[in-house]
């Protein structure tokens, strides 16, 4: 098997990782040689052994995909990480691929998409389909040009996300593994800088910017 692609998925659904399992068993340059139900599982199982391909879910517990692969770009620079998530391409395609992902997936790709994005990644080559490819190019112009959701960081997104799904502060610090404390710090932020006033507001441009969580 050293002439093959080793895989690591992961995923915090068993049923997503069994399901990719079998489309990867199909080809014959591929193998799933692990597996990981969370973000802290994952970086582990990078430490323990060198993998041509990780396979990342974007919403996973005990750290979330963004800041997993970060961590992953941190101590493995080569490694090739392809994000593999429900999550349309506008909410998280750019903000992973800026991160040092090297393709973005939808978990409603054709199974021959992801087997293709696999190999070209292994490759050492990017994975980036037509529209993520515009979005890239609109990332790069000028902060006036963007929306307000556009220029705040990852960690704010991440509860801008979560507040427009109508969770908790307490339900979002769970999910982030942040204190109460912290999370309401990050709110207040996201009003100061996208110019709001209420949490209803932030609800309201969440909901009609397709941002939630």
Do not use: C
């Amino acid at each position: 098997m050293a002439d093959k692609i080793h895989v690591l998925i992961a995923d915090d659904h068993a049923i997503v990782r069994q399901g990719l399992r079998q489309i990867l068993s199909e080809t014959e340059d591929m193998v799933v040689a692990g597996e990981a139900a969370d973000g802290a599982d994952a970086l582990r199982l990078a430490r323990q052994q060198s993998w041509d391909v990780f396979l990342l879910d974007v919403t996973m517990p005990n750290r979330n995909g963004i800041d997993t692969l970060k961590q992953l770009k941190k101590e493995f620079p080569r490694l090739p990480v392809l994000i593999l998530s429900m999550h349309p391409e506008e909410q998280y395609a750019v903000r992973a691929i800026k991160s040092g992902a090297a393709g973005y997936l939808t978990k409603q790709s054709a199974p021959e998409l992801l087997v293709t994005a696999i190999r070209q990644v292994a490759a050492g080559k990017r994975f980036i389909s037509p529209s993520l490819a515009e979005q890239l190019a609109n990332a790069l112009a000028d902060d006036g040009d963007k929306l307000p959701h556009e220029r705040i960081s990852d960690r704010e997104y991440q509860v801008l996300s979560r507040i427009a799904a109508g969770k908790t502060l307490t339900q979002i610090a769970e999910e982030l593994n942040l204190s109460v404390k912290t999370v309401s710090e990050y709110r207040k932020r996201l009003l100061e800088k996208m110019r709001l006033e209420t949490t209803a507001e932030l609800i309201r441009y969440g909901l009609e910017h397709g941002l939630v969580q």
